[in-house]
């Protein structure tokens, strides 16, 4: 149980192209998903959180305007790169959880998106 | 902020060896989680520790949460090259604005060779 599907895997684009990335649980309800950021062999860098119904918030840094996150139903959460650029270029990773206590529910993540922009 | 200082960054051994991660920071977390990443997929969660002194065992890997609730570990035994990968360790923040958010580590990048 708890899987969380990450769609694309992959995707090449051209300077100045929107990229949408879409997070789904596939067998529980997520009321909250997070969007995380990762260079390669680095940690992974929270970029918001994204709760169900409401809008993101965005950790310290994060463009609001370029990374725009969309929850609209307990069970997706998209990400849209907007006018995505070479230092755009990425690997984005989301994990969800159910709401109650931490200790009892942990994130579940994704495969991840390797975003490349030309 | 909540910082979570992970060591060492890098971990090369052979098989057979020992050896230790550590996760330290000034804060308290509620629990804290190890995750393991290969390249291209997202982290595989092994552990939630929960009680301060805590201690968990997977197989050859053991998890140990401080006292305090404010470090961890993580020993594995007798490494194997299917152990090779990026080793996470993840504080969990209970309370506040803060709630259900994880406080990554740097990572370790372990490499066992043959």
């Known amino acids: 149980g708890a899987v969380v599907s990450q769609h694309p895997s992959w995707v090449i684009c051209k300077s100045g192209t929107s990229v949408k990335i879409e997070c789904r649980s596939l067998?529980?309800?997520?009321?909250?998903m997070f969007w995380y950021r990762q260079f390669p062999k680095q940690s992974l860098m929270l970029m918001a959180t994204?709760?169900?119904?409401?809008?993101?918030?965005?950790e310290q840094g994060v463009e609001k305007d370029k990374f725009l996150i969309n929850h609209a139903s307990l069970t997706l959460s998209t990400l849209t790169v907007t006018s995505a650029h070479p230092e755009d270029s990425s690997f984005y990773i989301c994990?969800?959880?159910?709401?109650?206590?931490?200790?009892?529910?942990?994130?579940?993540f994704g495969d991840g998106t390797r975003l490349s922009i030309l | 902020t909540q910082l979570l200082e992970q060591s060492p960054q890098f971990l090369s051994i052979q098989e057979g060896e020992n050896l230790t991660v550590y996760c330290n920071s000034s804060?308290?977390?509620?629990?804290l989680q190890w995750y393991r990443q290969e390249p291209g997929e997202g982290p595989v969660l092994l552990v939630t520790?929960?009680?301060?002194?805590e201690v968990k065992k997977l197989k050859r890997l053991t998890f140990q949460f401080g006292d305090a609730r404010k470090d961890s570990s993580l020993h594995i035994t007798a490494a194997q090259p299917g152990d090779t990968g990026l080793y996470l360790c993840?504080?969990?923040?209970?309370?506040?604005?803060?709630?259900?958010?994880?406080?990554f580590g740097q990572g370790t990048i372990l490499t066992v060779h043959p």
């Open positions: 994990s969800a959880r159910v709401f109650g206590t931490i200790n009892n529910q942990p994130q579940h």
């Open positions: 067998d529980f309800q997520a009321t909250t």
């Open positions: 994204s709760n169900e119904g409401s809008k993101a918030t965005y």
């Open positions: 804060s308290v977390f509620s629990s």
């Open positions: 520790v929960v009680t301060g002194g």
């Open positions: 993840a504080g969990a923040n209970a309370g506040g604005t803060s709630y259900g958010k994880l406080t």
